[in-house]
């Protein structure tokens, strides 16, 4: 927490878009190269052991936190269970497709992570604002002038309608 105070939400995740982008890099090419360099599973295991912390320290938490600031309160309900049906589903996806995409690609299965992971850096940079220290309204209002989208502000909100 003192750690996402302290840098911010978006620069979290540009951090950790960029380096979950070269750690699925790395794997590609000790993967590639593990026929030659038996040894370089050790190697493997580091990367691995970077990327889990990259994804910890970036896009795993900090989607939650975007997902409470970016939403008023009426409205937050229904973007956190869009976050976590999103996170959990992502990684329940992310189990089930893997070992045949591995199969399939090889080493170069974890370039279409890499790719994912720079559209998502890209994304982040050019459409997400930072959120640390600002109200919704303030992030509205942003969103609002930056697009012309006209943005209603409503005191109750039903998911039934």
């Not at 997400?128 to 600002?134: A, F, I, Q, V």
């Amino acid at each position: 927490f003192f750690l996402v105070e302290r840098a911010g939400r978006r620069k979290l995740l540009l951090a950790g878009f960029l380096s979950l982008a070269l750690c699925n890099l790395l794997m590609t090419v000790t993967y590639s190269i593990l026929p030659i360099i038996p040894d370089i599973r050790n190697i493997q295991v580091l990367v691995i052991f970077f990327l889990i912390s990259a994804y910890e320290v970036g896009p795993g938490p900090i989607s939650w936190f975007i997902a409470a600031e970016l939403f008023d309160q009426s409205a937050r309900p229904i973007a956190m269970a869009f976050t976590s049906m999103l996170n959990w589903g992502g990684k329940f996806l992310l189990a089930l497709l893997f070992p045949p995409l591995l199969k399939m690609c090889g080493a170069y299965v974890y370039l279409l992570f890499m790719c994912m992971a720079l559209i998502a850096f890209t994304y982040t940079m050019f459409r997400l604002p930072e959120t640390k220290g600002r109200t919704f309204d303030d992030i509205a209002a942003e969103f609002r002038g930056a697009e012309g989208i006209p943005l209603h502000n409503k005191t109750t909100f039903n998911t039934f309608t």
